[in-house]
């Protein structure tokens, strides 16, 4: 069975500019939450997705925002990029109906210059 | 609001020996408690869990505890090996129906296994 699967692994881009970063959950799962890690304010939670509504959202601004499509692939976008946000995203795959075990893909490396 | 914090921070041990890594929550709501490692270069694998009925939880070395009245949890592994060698975290959420979830974690413990 695949993992999650995000693309691309890693980013470069300017600040100002816009960027979207893809995630593909688990075969059958349906919630897809997405979290910002920086080694100074270690893992955030950013939003979650279900059958694609997002039902939870984490304190970002809203330059930061997210969808999901019907078959549970996700994406997030953020826009006006600024130095702060060089990142690792990662994205979190769960079943969500019956329990709520949550599992990564290896992220995407966002640089911000 | 939610804050899990954890400790300590870094942790080395002999090869062999026993590590335990510590969280506390806030959110007496809270009643899913996730364990993950995450290696240099790769995603939090998640490593075990344990949920707010259930006081422990045992996986061959690795195991947690979870005391709700003090609103603690914590994970033990035993008989150390090279390969532990990670960063640790731990997070706290709740969980409702349809398992809408929001993980919030502990800032990590950076485990060394000296051989």
């Known amino acids: 069975k695949a993992g999650v699967t995000q693309t691309p692994r890693y980013l470069i881009k300017t600040r100002g500019q816009q960027v979207t970063l893809s995630c593909s959950p688990i075969?059958?799962?349906?919630?897809v939450s997405w979290y910002q890690q920086t080694p100074g304010q270690g893992l955030q939670f950013l939003f979650e997705y279900f059958s694609e509504t997002q039902r939870n959202k984490g304190n970002f601004p809203g330059r930061f925002s997210g969808r999901q499509f019907s078959n549970s692939r996700s994406e997030m976008n953020v826009s006006t990029l600024e130095l702060g946000d060089s990142a690792l995203y990662l994205c979190?795959?769960?079943?969500?109906?019956?329990?709520?075990?949550?599992?990564f893909g290896q992220g995407t490396r966002l640089t911000v210059v | 609001g939610e804050n899990v914090e954890q400790h300590p921070s870094t942790l080395s041990v002999q090869e062999g020996d026993s590590a335990v890594i510590k969280c506390t929550y806030s959110d007496s709501a809270s009643n899913y408690f996730p364990w993950y490692k995450q290696e240099l270069g790769k995603g939090p694998q998640l490593i075990i869990d344990?949920?707010?009925?259930?006081g422990e939880k045992k996986d061959q070395r690795i195991a947690v505890t979870l005391n709700k009245t003090a609103k603690h949890f914590s994970l033990h592994i035993t008989e150390t090996q090279p390969e532990d060698s990670a960063v640790y975290f731990c997070?706290?959420?709740?969980?409702?129906?349809?398992?809408?979830?929001?993980?919030?974690f502990g800032q990590g413990t950076r485990l060394t296994i000296n051989p």
């Open positions: 979190a795959s769960s079943y969500a109906v019956m329990g709520t075990e949550a599992f």
């Open positions: 997070a706290a959420s709740i969980e409702r129906g349809r398992g809408a979830q929001k993980l919030v």
């Open positions: 075969s059958g799962h349906r919630s």
């Open positions: 344990i949920r707010s009925n259930v």
